[in-house]
């Protein structure tokens, strides 16, 4: 009994405390500082919040770099695609460029107010309205989160807790800001709750997600007379948000009230972040 | 000149565990997410490649892989880092008590190493009041664990071919 509990305790020695060949560090001492780390991530400070931005924004752009080959492959193939298809598409596109000749002018004219506001997203020019518009950089479609990286921080005065914009459609609110970046956690995350109003009925609720399914509204009054595309509104309340910025529709399904929302979620390349606090 | 070219290879096919960890950290595909499952690839190469070759994975680049995983997929500092450690804690412990290794060996060893992992994951989250759905962690850990074996084959061949 004793040998085997010798045993036991002497292999358990070399796996966490042995540094074994070509390692710099035994388990053991990166297990308790992943757990300092973890510890360490419930505290709010100045320093350790730079330090925090530093390296996600390193991070990020270092992901973002990594990506490119695969992003390049996508495009390619894409492009592949596209030539394999190009007999077959070529008399419908006759027809169609037949009809595009007659809009010549007006398409002309669109593509270049398309290209200026591109160009005014692209420099991320906050409008009159303090709506600071930026690009989706990284959106990791994880199973347990859902949330997307855009390419402005602090450095263009965003904060945690703004509401994120997809057009005038509210989509999600920050929830960490570094220099060059921050996270928005879509409102269809498991951790994502919003004050909401529903409108014509005028209820106040909260909006909870619920991962890949739909959100659904939570804590209404038991005698409510919520009906199927009533809308639903940001309530302003507790001062997260500013009020009356449409969310969605309603949506009622097996007696819950789910949330048709307005934008599609995967759809999404630019967002508007509403600097303006209710 | 033909001298260099090879160790340059050499060089390469051993730092390949590494570079496909780094690669599946930052290119945000620890979590492969299917369909109906998702399979957690870095808890395979992490657990695979200490059990079979300790010397190609330092433990302090586990730990920046799983720091690097939680930045990119918006987790807390240290849950990824802390669990990937743990699974290679495992690995480390079976290596030191097993003298054959076997795919059925490996495999089976691999399950209890995913609760432990889990389990911690879990805790940790708890700990810093980070909701996940735990549903879709529990069939995380069966099709990572039914994946096993197909990445385990494939290392495996790797490993004879390159001698390393």
Redesign the interface.
Known sequence: MDTRRDDFGI??R???LAK????????FA??I???V??F???IETKPLNTI?SI??DT??R??LT??LP?KSFVSFFDFTKNHVKLYENYSHLKIENNKLRNNIAKSEFLELENAQLRKLIDEQVASSSSLVSARVM?D??????N?FIISSGSNKKIKNGMAALDGVNFIGRI??VNFFSS?I?LVSD??SKIPAITEPSGFHAIISGH?KNEPTLEYLPENHNIKNGDKIYTSGKEGVFSPGIPIGEVKIENNKVKVILFSNLNQITFVNIDLNKN | MALSLKNTILKFIQLFPLLLLF?IS???NS?I?LKYF?INISYIVVYYWVLRK??AL???F??LS???TD?????????H??SL??I??VA??V???TVRITLLGDWISFFPALILTNLVYFM?LY??N????YF??FI?SISTLCAYPLLWVIFSIFLNITKL
């Open positions: 292999a358990v070399s796996a966490f074994g060949n070509q390692q710099r560090f035994s388990l990166l297990i500082f992943s757990i780390l973890i360490i991530e419930t925090r390296i996600k991070i990020y270092g992901s990594v990506s695969k990284l990791k479609q994880s199973p347990y989160l949330s929830v960490d996270r956690l498991l951790n991962g | 690669y930052l290119s945000g979590l997410n998702t300790p010397e330092g433990y302090g586990i730990f799983g720091i690097i930045v990119i997929y918006g987790f807390p500092f240290g849950t880092a802390l450690l743990v290679s804690a480390a412990y290596r030191v008590v940790s700990f810093l980070f909701e996940i759905d879709i962690l995380n």
